[in-house]
């Protein structure tokens, strides 16, 4: 069974950073790429950025050169800096096949505001 829980969200003034954990568990996560989801309200859901089996990694444009993703085993981070208020959202840790779209194992999400 695979279970993916993160943390770290909350509230941050513009230019601030957060840095987002999702701890992973079941053996299956090794074989699949883990990233971040987000959603704004009245927004599509969006691949911010995953990292590939081994050390690739994909960033969506709006968050290149400020966020930056990691992984350690079966947990992966997202360093977010210079953050900006389009950046507020629900930020959902995901496991699967990212780049092709499918992401079969979601985590309950975590709420990230960027607002003074």
């Known amino acids: 069974q695979v279970q993916l829980v993160e943390s770290g969200g909350g509230l941050v003034q513009p230019g601030g950073s957060l840095r987002l954990s999702c701890a992973g568990s079941g053996s299956i996560l090794s074989a699949y790429s883990m990233g971040w989801y987000r959603q704004a309200p009245e927004k599509e859901r969006e691949l911010v950025a995953a990292?590939?089996?081994?050390?690739s990694t994909k960033y969506a444009d709006s968050v290149k050169g400020r966020f930056t993703i990691s992984r350690d085993k079966n947990t992966v981070y997202l360093q977010m800096d210079h953050l900006k208020p389009e950046d507020t959202a629900v930020y959902y840790c995901?496991?699967?096949?990212?780049?092709?779209?499918?992401?079969?194992?979601w985590g309950q999400g975590t709420q990230v505001t960027v607002s003074s």
């Open positions: 995901a496991a699967g096949r990212l780049l092709t779209g499918w992401a079969g194992y």
């Open positions: 990292i590939i089996r081994g050390s």
